[in-house]
């Protein structure tokens, strides 16, 4: 399974940003995908994940904020980010698995990473 993140940026304190991951391979072998993030100095760290039956998990700092999606028909996972904030400053990375976890480790299949620079 190969991922590839874009769509990330500079955007100001406030502003939006859309990130998007498309996935092409082995995709049978996928049932969850989900956005990470890491800052410099910090560990990776699960954003949110969806199932591929809709199911979704977001981290306690990006509810209500951060809205998951995923489009089956076009392989792509989406990350609408609304309210950004400087903290959410990171490399955002898609990643794809069998089952979604807040284990990093446990997830299969990584993107590059995409940039999202939020600044005050």
Not at 100 to 110: G, M, P, Q
Request: aromatic share 10%; with cysteine; charged share 15%.
């Amino acid at each position: 399974v190969q991922l590839v993140e874009s769509g990330g940026g500079l955007v100001q304190a406030g502003g939006s940003l859309r990130l998007s991951c498309a996935a092409s391979g082995s995709i049978f072998r996928v049932n969850a995908m989900g956005w990470h993030r890491q800052a410099p100095g910090k560990e990776r760290d699960l954003v949110a994940a969806i199932s591929s039956g809709g199911s979704t998990y977001y981290a306690d700092s990006v509810k209500g904020r951060f809205t998951i999606s995923r489009d089956n028909a076009k392989n792509t996972l989406y990350l609408q980010m609304s309210s950004l904030k400087p903290e959410d400053t990171a490399m955002y990375y898609c990643a794809a698995g069998p089952s979604y976890t807040i284990v990093v480790a446990a997830w299969d299949y990584w993107g590059q990473g995409t940039q999202v620079t939020v600044s005050s």
